[in-house]
């Protein structure tokens, strides 16, 4: 990069704050193209980070699961010959109940290719010690984690029956939530421990804190790359350098991976 790191920094900073790639132009004065290319880099640099250290981490109950956004159209509006890459782009998180770690993300279609590749992310993520899972009633779940995870976890589904939205509420109103099930899949999970909360919560902090993720938002991403690089650089910030409220440290510092908070600087270093 031609520019001075703080400045670049503070361009990271404000993304990771939210702000969309216009409002962090006008507010640093650099070019909207800099600024895309800083993002890159760094969600490069962060990949790398968590590839490197969260590698067999002990862990106790994961939670998985999918949150929804698009990438230059909305699916519907996809037409013969467009970029695959194109339409809906969920993102697969598995988050680490009590140290609060992102332990593996994937980015792709709602399949069964991208799910496969996601669990065995989270294989390479995890220790061999036996650990309980939890995921929403996805299907392609199921064969994924017995298929990879089998010898290590217990795994249950928590399904959540939905209601269609009464006549007369707006058109986004969230969907009522009027029961829920429990459905063990592998070995012998404990039914106080299956829950999915914390990573739905963690799907909310991420709408607040990724602009591409707002909905009705003008700010969703045109290209993969850049959709894949702002996520990158959240997990890598979120991990290693936001303070947790709920256990006042990073989650990396919980898990025992790092000894300190790392500033943006630090983990982009």
Not at 110 to 122: P, S
């Amino acid at each position: 990069m031609y520019i001075p790191q703080e400045k670049a920094i503070l361009a990271l900073q404000l993304l990771l704050e939210g702000n969309s790639i216009s409002s962090t132009a006008r507010i640093t004065g650099l070019d909207k193209n800099t600024i895309m290319k800083a993002l890159v880099l760094a969600g490069e640099r962060c990949e790398r980070v968590m590839g490197r250290l969260i590698v067999n981490v002990p862990v106790k109950d994961v939670q998985c699961d999918e949150i929804w956004s698009f990438i230059f159209k909305k699916e519907k509006r996809r037409e013969i010959g467009d970029d695959p890459s194109f339409g809906d782009a969920y993102c697969f998180v598995a988050i680490e109940r009590h140290s609060k770690l992102v332990l593996n993300f994937a980015l792709g279609k709602r399949d069964q290719a991208t799910t496969d590749i996601f669990i065995e992310g989270l294989r390479h993520a995890t220790s061999g010690q036996n650990f309980q899972i939890t995921t929403d009633g996805f299907i392609p779940y199921a064969s994924s984690i017995d298929t990879t995870l089998s010898d290590r976890v217990d795994y249950a589904q928590f399904v959540k029956v939905y209601r269609a939205t009464p006549e007369g509420e707006r058109r986004y109103s969230p969907a009522e939530v009027v029961a829920s099930e429990v459905v063990p899949v592998v070995g012998s999970p404990d039914p106080a421990r299956i829950c999915t909360s914390h990573v739905e919560r963690q799907n909310l902090t991420m709408r607040m804190q990724i602009r591409r993720l707002t909905r009705l938002t003008n700010g969703f991403s045109k290209k993969f790359e850049n959709h894949w690089a702002a996520l990158a650089l959240y997990f890598g910030y979120y991990n290693f350098c936001r303070i947790h409220k709920t256990i006042r440290v990073t989650p990396a510092m919980e898990a025992g991976i790092t000894d300190h908070v790392w500033d943006l600087a630090e983990l982009l270093a």
